[in-house]
T-cell receptor, first 112, second 114 residues
């Protein structure tokens, strides 16, 4: 089954404690992206990757890091989380960045 | 600056009637538009798309119209209870423009009343 998986699905942490949210896709897509969803703001892109070892900033990259060492994986790293990073995070993948993307189920992060 | 706008945060429609969700955009470089549907505790799923050179695309009960300048709409006919979800409009620019990505609107929560 074609899918994008994210782990964990729910996470409560404290300010400053480094965390990683994993994302994996099994469709051999070249393009992967991270979004955050906040009330009234819709989906905003954090980082994206056009291929292995190629990553770039989206609209709201501050406080986040990513890596793309393998085609299927695109982890999102928060080195020092802060309460304003409390949000719902989605990973997505596609063949082309400007066309329909497959989304993961989401990770709800709370930073206390 | 919100380049893709969905000005109705919520919409309630009687089952069996038509649901019309609207989307406006400001960037004249957008040439491809998509609608996504999102249920609670799930990721968005692709619903239907349209390119700027077409004024209509149909897929079963879903139709996206692109007939007005910088405005498109999603029609659902007839509306069913399972259509209750948040709908996101998204837009992308002309390929090879150098900034290929999807820009999403803020979403409209559609509630179908049985």
């Amino acid at each position: 089954e074609a899918q994008v998986t994210q782990n964990p699905r729910y996470l409560i942490t404290v300010t400053g404690k480094k965390l990683t949210v994993t994302c994996s896709q099994n469709m051999n897509h070249e393009y992967m992206s991270w979004y955050r969803q906040d009330p009234g703001l819709g989906l905003r892109q954090i980082y994206y990757s056009m291929n292995v070892e190629v990553t770039d900033k989206g609209d709201v990259p501050e406080g986040y890091k990513v890596s793309r060492k393998e085609k299927r994986n695109f982890p999102l790293i928060l080195e020092s989380p802060s309460p304003n990073q409390t949000s719902l995070y989605f990973c997505a993948s596609s063949w082309l960045p400007e066309r329909s993307q497959f989304f993961g189920p989401g990770t709800r992060l709370t930073v206390l | 600056d919100q380049q893709v706008k969905q000005n109705s945060p919520s919409l309630s429609v009687q089952e069996g009637r038509i649901s019309i969700l609207n989307c406006d955009y400001t960037n004249s470089m957008f040439d491809y538009f998509l609608w996504y549907k999102k249920y609670p505790a799930e990721g968005p799923t692709f619903l239907i798309s349209i390119s700027s050179i077409k004024d209509k695309n149909e897929d079963g009960r879903f139709t996206v119209l692109n007939k007005s300048a910088k405005h498109l709409s999603l029609h659902i006919v007839p509306s069913q209870p399972g259509d209750s979800a948040v709908y996101f409009c998204a837009a992308s620019p002309i390929s090879n423009f150098g900034n290929e990505k999807l820009t999403f609107g803020t979403g409209t929560r559609l509630t179908i009343i049985p």
